[in-house]
Nanobody, 129 residues
Framework: QVQLIESGGGLVQAGGSLRLSCAPSGRTFSSYDMGWFRQAPEEEREFVAA????????YYADSVKGRFTISRDNAKNTVYLQMNSLKPEDTAVYHC??????????????????????WGQGTQVTVSS
């Protein structure tokens, strides 16, 4: 069983930056594709970004494209989400997730949370105006 542990959340002013980290416990995750999702109070879970197991391909929601960067270091067994130019509407609990896709997986499937098998508890990001 893979447990994912997120860290790096906090309170930041609009325009600021944060870097989230996600590390699994229990096993290595270098063969898993990884995603970040977020959920604000009374909102549905929203796709943020995803990265293939090799790090060779990344996918982003339009709302974060150009501001957020997903990356991974398989040697450190960690995936990151660098968030720049933060806006109040980025406020949410951010969760990382692990899943398995193929080279032929349609892009849209990376944004579908039910295709991911393992989830972390989340880390709170609050952006003040």
């Amino acid at each position: 069983q893979v447990q994912l542990i997120e860290s790096g959340g906090g309170l930041v002013q609009a325009g600021g930056s944060l870097r989230l980290s996600c590390a699994p416990s229990g096993r290595t995750f270098s063969s898993y594709d990884m995603g970040w999702f977020r959920q604000a109070p009374e909102e549905e879970r929203e796709f943020v970004a995803a990265i293939r197991w090799s790090g060779g391909r990344t996918y982003y929601a339009d709302s974060v494209k150009g501001r957020f960067t997903i990356s991974r270091d398989n040697a450190k067994n960690t995936v990151y989400l660098q968030m720049n130019s933060l806006k109040p509407e980025d406020t949410a609990v951010y969760h990382c997730a692990a899943g398995s896709f193929s080279d032929y997986t349609p892009t849209q499937r990376y944004s579908q949370y039910y295709r991911y098998s393992y989830w972390g508890q989340g880390t709170q990001v609050t952006v003040s105006s």
